[in-house]
């Protein structure tokens, strides 16, 4: 395909180039891709790789199998709903910080440093202190799930604290708005776009901070599952799981996507990635 | 964020360090050792793993780690970026996977690397190479996607070499965002250098965090913390500096 690319077509002929023609269809394309990216894994684990070793055709066979079987639905709903606490807590806590951080001089002064800092540690690191805190228990994922997804709402909250136009909190003043109403009437609604942004960055911190956590202190859940089978050569079957975690964040993120088209349109613009 | 710029920006946050501080020692008193340690004997670990060279030695090692596997993933992935912002049928035809490349919860597959390839030096770059790896390329194809392909028709219509093309077109346009991948890269690189630390063979500074916490040396797990913290303070910063020296308008995007 790319000699057909770089080809420069004859002069003569109408020309339309062949990267035009498939672009129309981008379908077709992304499909070959697909089809690509499967056949080089499958051609090269075939040729190369031990047989326990995952590959799509097996996978496949597998795919059904596991996601029917009980104990993996149990170990996803309870990888899940740890991640669903985990981030709700963080998205009320991480608010009230970010606006906190975001909206009164002082407390900027005082804590972004501590915010800005914890944000930039890998919290991977955190989870043996964690295991000393909470024992080798869920409650020790819980916490790790927290904390890898607090800081990037608390920072994004904050940056978008900051971004109020100046304009609307002088006349909420001028109208004698008592803080809360400016809070939560004025702040939290015009930084929503940064909020957005920071949960979509939490729910992949808080998806890895569990499988971490799992790895670390052997409790069950995705995670768990994914270490036990990879343990035991039952590669396909762990596989099944991975992609059921990918499947989940990415689930979320056009969940996300969605809410912000339908409903949310009108901030678009001001949307900050990453 | 606030810069620390004029004198007493810099001074509140010195006092906000010492606060910190004067809080953690106040609040760790009262407890037993084996749950949190004070500031004071954290510090005083600290020195003693300087001075005895332990600290120096992970830390070195843990850095050694990081930069080969970002190095090699910064390496791999802006040419194959570059090369797919120049056919774009490719480009639209892998571009989801490589979103779902960056997507994927990597960790997640440090134990098929593991079951692999073993739990050695290789085997530990490959999952910091991992990590990093998809950041770069997601963000250079995002870049190559700002790219209208009728700058490459124009350059092309001028009989533009290959070269030229690549130089004063693509390379420009897609370069900041690459820039912003590799800032990615550098935060998702250094979990993956924790992670590979902990979960293949124990070295480096996870190894410390993990042994640490094993002995209940708490005084020496959070002195470890706070060093891979300001490791991850000081990466940041280099790779917003990276990324603030490529501004993405300066480029051919719209």
Do not use: C
């Amino acid at each position: 395909m790319p000699a057909g690319l770089a080809a420069v077509p004859a002069a003569s002929a109408p020309y339309r180039p062949l990267q035009k023609r498939l672009a129309a269809s981008p379908l077709a394309l992304k499909l070959a891709g697909g089809v690509f990216v499967l056949g080089a894994w499958e051609i090269v684990v075939r040729l190369t790789a031990p047989a326990y070793v995952a590959k799509p055709s097996r996978i496949l066979v597998a795919l059904p199998g596991v996601l029917a079987s009980p104990p993996v639905l149990a170990a996803a709903g309870i990888t899940l709903s740890a991640v669903a606490q985990g981030l709700f807590i963080a998205l009320v806590a991480g608010v009230l910080v970010g606006l906190l951080v975001g909206s009164v001089p002082l407390a900027e002064r005082a804590l972004s440093l501590y915010v800005n800092g914890l944000y930039a540690m890998p919290m991977v690191a955190i989870v043996p202190l964690l295991t000393i805190w909470f024992g080798y228990t869920s409650a020790a994922r819980l916490a790790t799930i927290v904390f890898a997804s607090f800081f990037p709402i608390a920072m994004n909250v904050a940056d978008g604290a900051r971004s109020v136009p100046r304009e609307h909190l002088e006349v909420a003043r001028a109208y004698r708005a008592r803080p809360h109403q400016i809070w939560f009437g004025i702040t939290l609604p015009s930084s929503l776009p940064y909020l957005i942004a920071g949960i979509r960055l939490a729910v992949g911190r808080a998806l890895v901070g569990a499988v971490v956590a799992e790895f670390v202190i052997s409790v069950d859940g995705l995670g768990f599952y994914i270490l036990f089978q990879s343990r035991t050569f039952h590669h396909n079957e762990a596989l099944v799981a991975v992609i059921l975690l990918a499947f989940f964040a990415v689930v979320v993120d056009a969940g996300i996507d969605w809410i912000v088209r339908s409903r949310l349109r009108w901030y678009r613009a001001g949307e900050k990635t990453a | 964020m606030r810069r620390p710029g004029s004198g007493k920006d810099r001074l509140v946050v010195l006092a906000s360090l010492g606060a910190g501080a004067l809080l953690w020692e106040l609040g760790t008193r009262r407890l037993s050792p084996a749950v949190a340690a004070p500031f004071s004997s954290t510090m005083s670990r600290l020195w003693e793993m300087t001075v005895s060279g332990e600290l120096p030695t992970t830390l070195i090692g843990s850095l050694v780690l990081f930069a080969v596997g970002l190095g090699i993933a910064v390496v791999a992935a802006l040419p194959l970026g570059l090369l797919l912002a120049r056919l774009p049928a490719v480009r639209i035809a892998l571009s989801d996977y490589i979103a779902i490349g960056n997507a994927m919860p990597m960790v997640a597959l440090i134990p098929f690397i593991l079951s692999l390839f073993g739990l050695d030096f290789g085997a530990k770059v490959l999952v910091v190479f991992l990590f990093a790896f998809f950041p770069v390329l997601y963000n250079t194809v995002e870049g190559a996607r700002s790219i209208g392909p009728e700058l490459v028709e124009v350059a092309r219509s001028f009989r533009s070499s290959e070269w030229a093309l690549f130089r004063d077109v693509l390379i420009p346009a897609a370069f900041p965002y690459a820039m912003t991948g590799v800032r990615q890269a550098i935060g998702r690189a250094l979990v993956g250098m924790v992670a590979a630390e902990f979960f293949l063979s124990a070295s480096g500074i996870g190894q410390l965090l993990l042994v640490s916490a094993r002995n209940f040396d708490t005084a020496g797990l959070f002195a470890a913390v706070l060093v891979i913290n300001i490791l991850g303070v000081a990466l940041m910063g280099l790779g917003r500096a990276l990324h603030d020296r490529f501004p993405v308008w300066r480029g051919t995007g719209r």
